[in-house]
Every structure is written in C-alpha cells, then in structure tokens.
C-alpha cells in the first residue's frame, strides 16, 4: 500500500541555518503531496503542497519539489528561525481516493536555537 | 481562520472503560475524519465519514470504535471497552469537499492515556 519515510528526528539548528527534511513515498497511482506543520499545543495545519510531478509547493519561506523520478518531497528553507521549531509532517493523498484520507510519516521535531 | 475544535485536550481512563472523543468540525465542511497518533509513530487514519456515513475506514478501525454526528456540529469517536494500546494523541479533521489535494484542517487533538 501507500506510505511515507521521513527523516528522523529531531533536527536541531541555529538560526539562520539551512534546512532540509526529507521525505520519500510509495505510491501506486499519481498522489498529491503535502507537508503538514504542528506548532507546540496546536493542530497539524497544512504548510504547502504540490498535485503533480515537478511542481514545487512554497510558503513562509518553505519549499518542497515534487520529484517523481526520485519519490522524493523533501522540505527545505534557507534560513531558519526560532519560531519554526515544530514537528513537520509529510503526507500523500492518492488521487485516485475520493474522501481525501491523507497518509503520514511519522513527523520530524524541528528545535531552533537562537 | 476557522478552527477545528476538540475536547478534552487530555482524558485519562481505566482499561474496559468507553470514551468518548469530542470535535466541533469546521461548520460548511462536508468530510470529517479521525486520526491518531501513538507516542513515536506515524499519524495513522482511523475512519472518514460524510452525509451521516463511514466513507472509509482502516484496519485499525474495528468494532471497539464508533463515529456519530449527534446533532448539526458535533463529530465524537467512541471507544467501547478501551485497551492499553489506545493510549494516543487522537486527532479530528474536517474538509471542504473530500477532493484529494484539498486541504484538511485539524484540531489540536485529544491525548487519550489508558491505565
């Protein structure tokens, strides 16, 4: 079945440092891609995603590629700061699954020290 | 932004006992959904329900568990007889229209801890 590999945690940086999580899937038909952020006390809460091969999803700084030849979306930042200290999530939905059921790696605590 | 709501953040329960996981869903999303999460695992699907039915449910999902929409706002998941292995951070989700690249909104979670 589908699934989602993510580096293990946790990641600790300094501000300002480069950042990358990475994340590889398995999936039988053409899933969308998604990177899911849970701040300390919230809910998960979708950070960027990208629907299809080679399209690159970003916000607030993030960017992740859509590489199908690889199976890889992995999440980067150039520049990280210390309220980006969170667990981060990849996620698949198969496009072929009306219902829009997500599936999780295991998540990535990211800790940014000043 | 709108928010999920979940109560309680924390319920602690004897084994054998039923509990009952409480969500207010956005108000005009149609797709509800639990997830849960044991201690250093991955966020696992439980179940999906739209127009008042199970959409889709996982292995995990067997007949310990239960879903209701009682009323016009409310989304619980019922835990008959609760076992050890229950012990989770137990989140709900709500979506617009179910599409597959559609965002999902969560809640904060429930930490439920079985003695």
């Known amino acids: 079945g589908d699934s989602v590999t993510q580096m293990e945690g946790p990641v600790t940086l300094s501000e300002e440092a480069f950042l990358t999580i990475n994340c590889t899937y398995t999936a039988t038909g053409y899933p969308s891609l998604f990177w899911y952020v849970q701040y300390p006390g919230e809910g998960l809460q979708l950070l960027l995603k990208?629907?299809?091969?080679?399209d690159k999803g970003s916000n607030k700084g993030f960017e992740a590629t859509y590489r199908k030849e690889t199976t890889s979306f992995h999440l980067e930042k150039g520049s990280v700061q210390v309220s980006d200290s969170a667990v981060y999530f990849c996620a698949l939905s198969d496009r072929g699954n009306q219902g829009g059921k997500l599936i999780f790696g295991q998540g990535t605590e990211l800790s940014v020290k000043p | 932004e709108p928010e999920v709501t979940q109560t309680p953040s924390h319920q602690v329960t004897q084994m054998g006992q039923e509990v009952i996981l409480r969500c207010v869903p956005i108000s005009n999303h149609l797709y509800f959904y639990w997830y849960r999460q044991i201690l250093g695992q991955k966020v696992e699907f439980l179940v999906s329900f739209y127009n008042n039915e199970i959409s889709e449910k996982s292995e995990i999902f067997d007949d310990q568990f239960s879903v209701e929409r009682p009323d016009g706002s409310n989304f619980t998941l019922k835990i008959r007889s609760t076992k050890l292995e229950d012990s989770a951070m137990y989140f709900c989700a709500s979506s617009r229209l179910g599409q597959p690249n559609e965002k999902l909104f969560f809640g904060s979670g429930t930490q439920l801890s079985v003695l």
């Open positions: 990208a629907t299809k091969a080679d």
